[in-house]
């Protein structure tokens, strides 16, 4: 469940984002927003699809999320320490996917801009905030069976 609820977050928290902040940057809708998560696979006759390779880069999008999610949830599963402090988990969490995707995944694609790093700034903290935060807090709050110990025993 936590996965379900971290993913389904993480990705209306980071989509929204991204339409807000490209909206008031550019004026792009939403529509272009999703067809350029599309471009990453399409190239740029995404944005020539219309709905059809946006709702494919909506696709894409959630497969990201929960992606993050399953992979949260298995370091969490793994480690205590994120369990014990999920909020500076969760943000270096976030942190951690923003670096994939802006200096791994982004650049492979050739189809996305070469960002300044006052460019990088708010895109790293807002994939700290709405992507890394929500997936570790529902990571805790679905834990499953699992407890953290007593620190007073």
């Known amino acids: 469940m936590g996965i379900l609820i971290g993913g389904l977050l993480a990705g209306i928290l980071d989509l929204t984002a991204a339409c807000v902040m ?60 994120p369990n014990r402090h999920p909020i500076p988990a969760g943000l270096l969490w976030g942190f951690a996917v923003f670096l994939v995707m802006y200096f791994l995944v982004l650049p492979q694609t050739k189809v996305h801009p070469t960002y300044t790093i006052t460019a990088l700034l708010p895109l790293a903290v807002i994939h700290m905030l709405f992507v890394g935060l929500p997936i570790s807090l529902a990571a805790k709050r679905y834990a499953g069976g699992r407890r953290d110990p007593d620190p007073a025993v």
Not at 25 to 38: D, E, H, S
Not at 39 to 54: H, I, K, V
Not at 64 to 79: D, L, N, P
């Open 22 to 81: 490209w909206g008031f940057r550019t004026g792009v809708p939403p529509r272009r927003v999703m067809q350029g998560i599309a471009a990453g696979l399409l190239g740029r006759e995404a944005f020539d699809g219309g709905w059809s390779t946006a709702l494919l880069g909506l696709g894409f999008h959630f497969l990201i999320a929960f992606t993050a999610a399953a992979a949260y949830h298995a370091v969490s599963r793994t480690f205590e320490w």
